[in-house]
C-alpha cells in the first residue's frame, strides 16, 4: 500500500472517530462536564500521551522561525477550534454539529486558494459540491432530536466559526508537517495548548466532581481523549504529509454518515432510503476530492 492509500485510510479513520464523537461528547455535556472544562482535559490528556510518544520520535529541534507559527497554529487548530465545537455541541445537537461543519472544505478551499494559491480543479469543485448535496440531504430529510439542546441557533453559529478555524489550522500547519515528524509537532502544539487555555478552562474544568463520575462516564471521556483528540490529530498530521488541506477537509463529510451510522447502531435512529442516496453522495464527493490529477501527456 503506498502512502497517498495509507494518508487517504488515516484521513478516513480521523472522521470516523470524529463522527462518533458527535453523540459521545454531547451526552457527557453538561451534566458530567463542562464545555469549556472538557477542553482543558482533552489538550491536556493529549499534550501528556504526545510527550510519552516523543520519545520514541526523532529528536528534532523547532526552528526559531517556525515558533510563532506553531503558537499561531495552536490558537487556531487547538483553543479557537476545540473551545467552539464544544460549546456550540453543548447548546446544539450532534446532528447539526456533524452536518454544519461541512462548510469546512468550502472555507478551506477558498483559504488555500488566497493564502498559499493552491490551485481549485474542476474535480474539487465537483466533489466538494456533491459532498455538501449529500451532507445537506441529511439534515434537511432527517428528524431532528433537539432534547438537551438549549440554543441551537447560537450553537450552529459557533460550528462555522469552528469550521473556519479549523480550515485555517489545516492551511498554516502544513508547511510544518514537511519539516518536522507528527510527534514533534503534536507535543509542543497541545504543550501551547494547554498554556493557552487554561485561564479559560480552569474554572469549568474545578467544578467536574471526579469521585462521583460513574464508569460509563470514564470510559466516555477516555475516548474523547485518547479518541477524539490523540488519535484524530495524529492521523490528519500524518495525512497532510501527503495530502492537501482541502482534500483533507473534505473527508469531513463522512462525519455527518458516521455519527447517523452510529446512532442507528445504538438504536437511536433508523435507516431509510434518503440516508442511503446522501451516503453514496457523501462517498462520492470525497472520492473525487482526494483523487490525485492525472499529469497531461503530450
Not at 456550540?88 to 477558498?110: A, D, M, R, W, Y
Not at 471521556?221 to 500524518?238: D, E, K, P, Q, S
Request: hydrophobic share 55%; proline share 5%; with cysteine.
Amino acid at each position: 500500500m503506498d502512502n497517498r492509500a495509507l494518508a487517504i485510510l488515516a484521513a478516513t479513520g480521523a472522521s470516523t472517530i470524529y463522527g462518533i464523537n458527535h453523540t459521545i461528547a454531547k451526552g457527557l455535556m453538561p451534566v458530567y462536564i463542562e464545555p469549556f472544562g472538557f477542553i482543558l482535559l482533552r489538550v491536556t490528556g493529549a499534550a501528556i500521551l504526545f510527550w510519552i510518544i516523543s520519545f520514541w520520535g526523532p529528536k528534532e529541534k523547532i526552528a526559531t522561525s517556525d515558533w510563532p507559527r506553531i503558537v499561531v497554529c495552536t490558537i487556531f487548530g487547538m483553543v479557537i477550534n476545540m473551545l467552539l465545537f464544544f460549546k456550540g455541541l453543548s447548546l446544539s445537537t450532534p446532528i447539526n454539529s456533524s452536518v454544519i461543519i461541512t462548510v469546512s472544505p468550502i472555507l478551506v478551499l477558498i483559504l488555500a486558494a488566497i493564502l498559499i494559491k493552491e490551485r481549485i480543479t474542476p474535480l474539487k469543485i465537483i466533489g466538494i459540491v456533491t459532498g455538501l448535496a449529500g451532507a445537506l440531504t441529511l439534515v434537511l430529510f432527517s428528524t431532528e432530536k433537539t432534547f438537551n439542546a438549549p440554543n441551537i441557533p447560537l450553537g450552529n453559529l459557533l460550528f462555522i466559526i469552528n469550521a473556519f478555524s479549523y480550515g485555517l489550522y489545516l492551511i498554516l500547519v502544513k508547511p510544518l508537517t514537511a519539516k518536522y515528524h507528527p510527534f514533534t509537532l503534536m507535543k509542543w502544539l497541545f504543550l501551547f495548548g494547554i498554556i493557552i487555555n487554561f485561564p479559560i478552562t480552569i474554572s469549568e474544568f474545578s467544578r467536574v466532581e471526579w469521585t462521583a463520575l460513574p464508569t460509563d462516564a470514564m470510559w466516555k471521556m477516555a475516548f474523547v481523549v485518547v479518541g477524539t483528540t490523540f488519535a484524530t490529530y495524529l492521523l490528519n498530521i500524518f495525512a497532510l504529509k501527503e495530502l492537501s488541506a482541502s482534500t483533507i477537509s473534505a473527508f469531513i463529510y463522512l462525519q455527518p454518515l458516521v455519527a447517523i451510522a452510529f446512532a442507528v447502531g445504538t438504536g437511536a435512529d433508523s435507516l431509510n432510503t434518503v440516508k442511503i442516496i446522501a451516503a453514496l453522495l457523501v462517498f462520492v464527493g470525497v472520492y473525487l476530492v482526494s483523487r490525485k490529477a492525472k499529469p497531461i501527456r503530450v
